[in-house]
Structures are given as C-alpha cells and as structure tokens.
C-alpha cells in the first residue's frame, strides 16, 4: 500500500540531538526520494543503503529471518515464561486466558507497526529516532529513557534469575554474590560484537529454557498431589494482586525495544514478519501450557514460585533446571547488554571511535570498556533491588506498556491514518488507549508491590532475598 512519506529531507531539520544515527531524512541522496517526493510502500523490501554514513560502525546485514526469530524466541520466552504460572494464580482461569491471547496478538500487531517504520527509514537501528520523527527533540529524551532504562530492566530481570537459580543450590551464599557471579559470565559472553554472532548461541539459551519448563512441568503432578492445589474461575487475591498477574503478562512479551536493532541486521527486513509471526506463536503456545500446569497443579500453594523454576524438587531435580535456566538467561541478557552498550559507546565515545569491522586490540579494549560499564550498572541496580516479582511487574507497567502498545500504534496512526482503512485506524487508536489503562493501573500495582517487597526483603546488598 503505496503512502507518502512526510519525512523528506530538509535544510531547516534540526540536528539529531543525542542520535544514534544520521538516517535518510538527513540525506540528499535518500533511496526514497523521487524528484522532491517521497514515496513508499510499506509492504516493500529495502536493502543496506550504500549512503548511509553510519553503517560501517554497525554490524551488516547478514542474518537471516530465522536466526532474527531464535534471537526474538530467546529473549521472549527466556525470562517471560517464568512468572506465568504465578500470573494464572494472581488472575484465574478465564482472565488470564483472555490477556494472554489478547497480548499476543496485540504485541504482534504492534511488531509489525514497528517493521513498517524501519521500511520507511532503514537506516534507523534505534527505537528512540522514531519518537524523535513524530515528537521532536523531546521525544527523542523521552525514547531514549523508556528504551535503554527499560532494555536495563530486561538485562537485570534476567541477571536476577541466573543468580537466584544459583542461590536456590546454595543457599547459604549470599545473593549478592551470586548477581556478581552471573554478571560477570554476561560480560564474558557479550564479548560477541554483533547480534548475528549472539544469535549462534540464541539456540542454546532457547533450548535450555525449553527443557528446563518441560522439567518443571513433568514434576508439577507429582507435588501437586501432596500440597492440596486448587484453582478458580477467577482469581481471588484482590485487584492489586490481579494488576500485578497483567503486567506480568505485559512484560512476558514486550520485546519491542530490541526489534530495531534486530531488524537493522536483517539481510531482508520484510522477512522480519515471518520471524515475528514464528517467535510470538510458539511464545504463546509454550506460555499458555507453562501457565496452565504450573497453575493447575500447584495453584494456590506454597510450592508455586515465582519464578517458576524455583518450584523444582531438591536435590538433583533442581540443579538440572536451574543450570539450564541459568544459561539461558546468561545468553538472554548478553541480547540486551549487546544492544545497550553499542548504544552507550556511540554515545559516550564520539570521538575516537573505531568501525565495527575493526577487530583491532584497541577496538576491542573499548568494546570491553563500555560493556563492563553498563554490565556493572546493572549489577549495581540488581542489587538494590533484588525482587524478581516486583521488579518485572514495574518494568512491565511503568515503560513496556508504552514502547510496546501506546507509542508503536501511536506512530502508525499518525504516518499512515490518511491512507488506512478506518478500521485500522480504529484499531490503533483502541492499543494506544489500551496501553494508556495499562500504564496506570499496572502502574499502581506495580508501585505497591513494589513497597511491599522492600518492606519485606531485607536491605540493598544483604543476604536476604526479595
């Protein structure tokens, strides 16, 4: 469907404060460009344009829809399935069917928003440069915030869950330490410079997730029979408790903040809708059957732990999974410090920077510089506040809410609402609205819970765990 850009370029456009990069709106020689008028189909494919100014201090497009679909599968299910047996427990059965399918499909729909406008600018590799082209310069500070702090909470969720899987097998180490512990294996793998490279290894962290929930799964009946599970209809622990169940849900599949990098390495970006389409469907499939028998057979007891994982047997039961839960969130986090301290470096480093195909030592010194900075932030911030529940459910109500529903749909209404049917545009208008209720009745959850898991866990650094 052919549309006309209002994103030509212009001699009087305001310079990109803190951009990650130039792209074709500040290039003369735009591939999009047609005798002064810009015209483009959002269904079409584009290639690595040969002017882009920045490409060669990123990575190139070399990776395939598939490989894109591992990495979106490994960061989705990796850290999103493990609250989901305790988000049945906190809604019931009939709401939190409904959410689940209702997010799935909405979270894919805004996906795709999202690949329409890495079509109309391909040389965008940030999210935040698309809240800049609708909502100037201050919405490039407020992108900015809600992408990286979120990213952020994505890597320190996954952080958290390595090192509580190592403390569940010795506990009597404090958790602090382990948090230095799976930090320091993050850094060590986010060596690898390119998301292509991470994705090699994506399937290794998918696969142990994978096996770790079917683990979990085949011994669910077994402690189910001596705790005295039961379930309900709809859930009976209070409307707090409830919005808390919804954002876990939330935050189970908002990706969206990883899906322009992932895009800007794609060899065909119209290709990202089959990886898109592929990852979110056996999320949903694996999220449904997670959630349903972690809730069916140990609902409302004390053996269901959130994260689920942590609901394993002793002994070696619970060494197998953990292990394998752990390398999958070690590799899901290198997803997002990957992202995070490219875009640190870019920005923090203006001077001196090195190309990506430069693998000299002094190139890679600086690489390890900058991700032993951010790797370290994380480290410093999981341990203030070391409580998964409550850490996820803010993340998901306070920022995933946004990227993932209101600002994807928000920005697709306004580049294409002259040329859509009205019932699309209906559509966005309904996730932009969505994502708004969302944001504030998550939120309020979230801060509650929030003030409950600090009251209750112990002080930053301690021994206690959250």
């Given amino acids: 469907m052919a549309t006309s850009s209002k994103h030509g370029s212009s001699k009087d456009e305001e310079p990109e404060i803190l951009a990650v990069l130039d792209d074709d709106c500040r290039r003369k020689d735009s591939s999009f460009q047609n005798n002064g008028d810009v015209q483009t189909s959002y269904s079409q494919d584009v290639q690595e344009d040969d002017n882009d100014p920045e490409k060669e ?6 990776m395939h829809w598939i490989q894109c679909a591992v990495l979106n599968a490994n960061v989705i299910v990796g850290v999103g399935v493990l609250p989901l047996p305790s988000a049945f427990e906190y809604l019931g059965w009939l709401p939190a069917i409904f959410l689940n399918t209702a997010v799935y499909m909405i979270t894919t729909i805004t996906g795709l928003y999202l690949m329409y406008m890495h079509q109309l600018f391909p040389t965008v590799r940030s999210y935040p440069i698309i809240f800049q082209k609708y909502l100037g310069k201050g919405g490039l500070l407020l992108g900015s915030f809600l992408v990286y702090t979120y990213m952020m909470f994505n890597m320190m969720s996954m952080m958290l869950t390595a090192a509580l899987s190592l403390s569940s097998m010795a506990p009597t180490v404090c958790l602090p330490i382990f948090i230095a512990v799976a930090a320091a294996i993050i850094y060590l793998v986010g060596q690898l410079r390119s998301l292509c490279g991470v994705s090699m290894v994506a399937s290794v962290g998918l696969s142990s997730i994978l096996v770790a929930m079917l683990l979990v799964m085949g011994y669910a ?5 001596t ?17 808390l169940g919804m954002d876990n849900l939330v935050f189970a599949y908002a990706i969206h903040i990883v899906l322009f990098p992932f895009m800007a390495e794609m060899k065909a970006i119209t290709d990202f809708k089959k990886a898109l389409w592929a990852s979110q469907t056996f999320a949903f499939l694996f999220y449904t059957s997670v959630g349903a028998v972690g809730y069916a057979y140990l609902g409302n007891t004390s053996l269901l ?22 390398i999958s969130m070690i590799i899901g986090a290198t997803t997002c410090q990957n992202i995070f301290t490219r875009y640190t470096q870019y920005y923090l480093q203006r001077c001196g920077r090195r190309k990506f195909r430069d693998t000299s030592l002094v190139n ?24 998964f529940g409550a850490l996820v459910g803010t993340a998901a ?17 306004l580049q294409f609402r002259k040329e859509i049917p009205v019932w699309k545009s209906l559509v966005a208008l309904f996730i932009v609205l969505f994502g708004l209720v969302l944001t504030v009745l998550g939120g309020y959850g979230a801060i509650y819970s929030m003030v409950q898991a600090i009251e209750q866990g112990g002080t930053p650094f301690s021994c206690s765990q959250g």
């Avoid at 201090?57 to 070399?62: D, G």
């Avoid at 009946?221 to 029979?225: D, V, Y």
């Avoid at 709809?234 to 707090?240: D, E, I, L």
């Fill in 305 to 326: 732990q959130n994260p689920i994982s942590l609901s394993t047997p002793s002994g070696a039961p619970l060494y197998v999974v953990n292990i394998l839960v752990i």
């Fill in 221 to 225: 009946p077994k402690l189910g029979q």
């Fill in 227 to 243: 705790g005295n599970s039961f379930t309900s209809l709809v859930g009976k622990y209070g409307f707090v408790t409830g919005v």
């Fill in 397 to 413: 109500a306070l920022i995933a809410s946004n990227t993932t529903f209101t600002f994807p749909s928000l920005f697709y209404y």
């Fill in 364 to 387: 890679r010194a600086w690489w390890a510089l900058w991700s032993f900075v951010v790797v370290a932030l994380g480290y410093v911030i999981t341990s203030l506040i070391p409580f």
């Fill in 57 to 62: 201090y990123f990575p190139p497009r070399k």
